[in-house]
C-alpha cells in the first residue's frame, strides 16, 4: 500500500456512494428504476476502504450489492447510474442492470447475482494473475451468506493447495438477505478459513480506515506467502436486503440503534466541521452532475440485441 | 506453431492427447487442469505426458467441479486459455451455475468487454456395466443454453481437430468426448484444426433417406446404411461434429433432396436435440419433407447391467427399423 488514506477522501468517496445509493432508492420507488436494487447503505467503508489499499491493477469481483465496490474501484458514477436506468452506458449498454454490471476497462470485473459464484471466478483470476505477473491480486467480496455455499468453500480449498494469492472479503451485515446470519451459520467465516489453512483476518466494517489498514496487511501477506486471505468485515445493513423489502422481520428499534455505528456517522464526527461540510458540497455536486448526465443517455440500441452472444 | 501434417493411424483418446500437446505448443496462454490429469497422467491417458513436457501449465486440482469450472471462466477473464477436464460429463451437474449462469452469459450480459475464452473437454455415453450417473449423454442440455458451443466428436481426426478449434475459439466451448470410442482408430491429420465451428461432415452421399446423427452412433448410422443399401435403399449420413452452432444448411440441403429424415442420438429422445432439427427441418421445408423419425435412448434412467442398457440404447437394428418404417409410412 502506498501514503495511508486520509479519512477525509474515504468520507467523500463513502458519501457518493451513499447518496447514489439513495437516489437509486427513490428512482425505484418513483419508477425510474425498473426491478429491484440491492443497496450497500450502512456497508460503504467496506469497499471504500479496501478499494483505498489495493494496487492500481488488482482486479474486483463483487456481488449484486456491488454498487459501492464498482464505484470504488473508479467505474464512473454516471456509467453505473445510466447502467442501473436500462440505458446505453459504456459499460454493458443495459444488458446488466443494478444486480450484475461489470467494468472491466476499471479493474471491476462484475457484480454476480447468484451468491458465492464471484468466489470461483476470483480464483481464475487469481490464477491468471499469478501466471501473467504484473504484482495484481484479486478481491472478492461475498456476503456472511455466502459462506453456506459449496462452491465458496470449494474454492477457499483450491485455492489455499494451490497457494495462490487471493482475498476474500466476507461482509457480515448481520443478515442473510431477510434472516438474521446467526441462526443460518453455525461457525463464523474467519473461523472456518482456519480450516482451509487461509490466513483470517477480522476487522469492523464500518471504520474505513481501519479496514483499508487490514485489507493492506491482507494483500501483503497473499504476495508474501502466496496464499488466499479471507477478511471478515462486520457491518450494519441499514436497509432492506433489496430496495422493495419491507423489513417486517426486524425487531422494533434495530434499524434506530443501528444507525448509531452508521460509518458515515462515525467518520464525519471525526473529521472538522469544515472538512464534513467540503466533503458534502463536493459529494453533492459529483452525484447530481452524475445523475445528469445519466439521464441524458440514450437508450438501447434494439436492433443490437442479439449482437455479442459469441465474439465476431 | 506447429504446421506438419501427419497422417498417420491413431486412436481417438490418442488424438485428444496430441490436440492437447499441439495446443499447448501453440499458445503459451493455454493452461490444462482437471482431476488426475497431471501427475497420474489423466484417468483415460487424456493428459499422458503433457504434465512432464509443460510443468505446472497441467496441473491437478481437487474434485471441485463448480471451482474447477468458475475457475476457468476467471482466468479466461484474465488472459489465460483455460482447457478444463471434466472426468465425466455427469460431473457437469455439480457446477452447472458456473456453466449457464456464468459463463454462457459473460460476453453478451458485459456487451463484449469480457469474454469465456476456454474449454470444457469432458467424455460421455453408456458402456457396458457403467451406472446411471457414468452413462448419460447431456450435450442436449447445454445447446439449450445461449452463449455456449458445444461439439461431439465421433472419429480421431474430428477429436484432434475440434479440440484445436476449440481451443483457439474466443469464445467457450463444451466438447463431449466419447469413453466408447476412446480406443477406436482412423487416420489423423495434425498441426490445425478443422477450421470451421459447426460445420457438418458428410459421411456418404445417399438419395432416399438422411440420417443427421452425431458421437457414438455416427457409426451405427454407417452400418444400417450398409445394411439397407442392400435392400435397395440409399442413406446420406451426416455426422453434425457440433449441435452448437449446428449446420442447418447443410441438414436442410440433404433433406430436400431425399425427403425424409432420420435423426440419431445416443442421448435421450425426449427433449432430445433430434426434436430441435426436425422441428427446424419441419419450418423449412413444410411438406417438402415427407417423412421424419427420432431415435434415441429411451426415457429411463440408464441401468447397469449391459442386457438392460443395451435395451433402451439405439443400436444398428432399430435404425435400420427406423429407416424401414420411415420409407413404408410415406409409401402407404
Known amino acids: 500500500m502506498t501514503a495511508p488514506p486520509s479519512l477525509e477522501d474515504l468520507y467523500l468517496r463513502m458519501l457518493q456512494i451513499r447518496l447514489i445509493e439513495e437516489e437509486l432508492l427513490r428512482a425505484v420507488q418513483d419508477g425510474r428504476v425498473t426491478g429491484s436494487t440491492h443497496l450497500c447503505i450502512g456497508q460503504e467503508a467496506i469497499p471504500v476502504g479496501t478499494c483505498a489499499a489495493l494496487g492500481p491493477n488488482d482486479p474486483v469481483v463483487a456481488t449484486y450489492r456491488g454498487h459501492g465496490w464498482a464505484l470504488s474501484r473508479g467505474v464512473p458514477a454516471e456509467e453505473l447510474l445510466a447502467e442501473v436506468f436500462g440505458r446505453d452506458s459504456d459499460l454493458n449498454g443495459g444488458r446488466a442492470g443494478s444486480a450484475y454490471l461489470s467494468g472491466p476497462q476499471y479493474g471491476f470485473y462484475g457484480e454476480n447475482s447468484i451468491v458465492g459464484a464471484g468466489v470461483p471466478i476470483a480464483l481464475g483470476l487469481a490464477m491468471a494473475c499469478n501466471r501473467l505477473g504484473g504484482n495484481r491480486i484479486p478481491v472478492v467480496s461475498i456476503g456472511d451468506g455466502a459462506m453456506n455455499q459449496g462452491n465458496v468453500h470449494e474454492s477457499l480449498n483450491m485455492a489455499s493447495v494451490l497457494n495462490i494469492p487471493l482475498i476474500v472479503v466476507v461482509e457480515n451485515n448481520g443478515y442473510v438477505e431477510m434472516t438474521p446470519s446467526a441462526t443460518l451459520t453455525a461457525v463464523p467465516a474467519a473461523a472456518r478459513a482456519a480450516a482451509y489453512s487461509i490466513i483470517a483476518m477480522e476487522v469492523d466494517g464500518n471504520d474505513p480506515l481501519a479496514v483499508a489498514a487490514t485489507v493492506s496487511d491482507a494483500r501483503e501477506a497473499a504476495l508474501q506467502k502466496s496464499a488466499p486471505v479471507l477478511v471478515e468485515a462486520h457491518t450494519r445493513r441499514l436497509g432492506g436486503h433489496y430496495s422493495g423489502d419491507a423489513q417486517q422481520y426486524r425487531p422494533a428499534g434495530e434499524l434506530e440503534g443501528w444507525r448509531a455505528t452508521d460509518p458515515l456517522t462515525l467518520a464525519r464526527s471525526q473529521l472538522t466541521s469544515e472538512a464534513a461540510a467540503r466533503c458534502e458540497q463536493q459529494a453533492e455536486g459529483a452525484v447530481s452532475a452524475a445523475l445528469a448526465l445519466a439521464e441524458g443517455m440514450p437508450t438501447p440500441n434494439v436492433e443490437e440485441v442479439m449482437t455479442h452472444v459469441f465474439s465476431g | ?332
Not at chain 2, 119 to 144: D, K, N, W
Not at chain 2, 145 to 159: E, K, M, N, S
Not at chain 2, 217 to 246: F, N, Q, T, Y
Open chain 2, 1 to 332: 506453431m506447429s504446421s506438419r501434417v501427419d497422417s498417420s493411424e491413431s486412436s481417438y483418446i490418442r488424438a485428444v492427447n496430441q490436440a492437447l500437446d499441439d495446443a499447448l505448443g501453440a499458445d503459451s496462454r493455454v493452461v490444462i487442469y482437471g482431476e488426475d490429469v497431471a501427475i497420474p497422467n489423466g484417468p483415460f491417458g487424456a493428459t499422458k505426458g503433457l504434465h512432464d513436457k509443460y510443468g505446472d501449465r497441467v496441473f491437478d486440482t481437487p474434485i471441485s467441479e463448480s471451482a474447477m469450472i468458475g475457475a476457468a471462466l476467471g482466468a479466461a477473464m484474465g488472459g489465460l486459455r483455460p482447457i478444463v477436464e471434466i472426468m465425466y460429463a455427469d460431473f457437469l451437474m455439480v457446477a452447472m451455475d458456473q456453466i449457464v449462469n456464468q459463463i454462457a452469459n459473460t460476453r453478451y450480459v458485459s456487451e463484449g468487454r469480457l469474454g469465456a475464452p476456454l474449454v470444457i473437454r469432458t467424455q460421455q455415453g453408456s458402456t457396458p456395466g457403467s451406472c446411471a450417473q457414468h452413462s448419460q449423454s447431456l450435450e442436449a442440455m447445454f445447446a439449450h443454453v445461449p452463449g455456449l458451443q458445444i461439439a461431439v466428436p465421433a472419429t480421431p481426426q474430428d477429436a484432434y481437430g475440434i479440440l484445436r478449434d476449440a481451443a483457439s475459439s474466443d469464445d467457450p466451448v463444451m466438447v463431449f468426448e466419447s469413453r466408447r470410442l476412446y480406443p477406436t482408430k482412423g487416420a489423423v491429420a495434425t498441426g490445425s484444426g478443422l477450421g470451421r465451428v459447426g460445420q457438418a461432415d458428410v459421411v456418404r452421399s445417399g438419395t432416399d433417406v438422411t440420417i443427421v446423427t452425431w458421437g457414438t452412433v455416427r457409426a451405427w448410422a454407417e452400418e444400417a446404411a450398409d445394411h439397407v443399401s442392400e435392400s435397395g435403399i440409399s442413406c446420406e449420413v451426416l455426422d453434425l461434429r457440433w449441435i452448437s452452432p449446428w449446420d442447418r444448411d447443410a441438414v436442410v440441403e440433404s433433406v430436400s433432396k431425399t425427403g425424409h429424415l432420420l435423426v440419431a442420438h445416443e442421448a435421450g429422445r425426449v427433449g432430445g436435440f433430434g426434436a430441435e432439427i426436425l422441428s427446424s427441418v419441419v419450418e423449412e421445408l413444410g411438406p417438402g419433407l415427407k417423412g421424419a423419425r427420432r431415435i434415441g435412448s429411451d426415457p429411463v434412467p440408464m441401468p447397469s447391467s449391459p442386457i438392460l442398457s443395451a435395451a433402451v440404447l439405439p443400436s444398428v437394428d432399430r435404425l435400420v427399423a427406423g429407416i424401414h418404417s420411415l420409407l413404408k409410412e410415406n409409401v402407404a
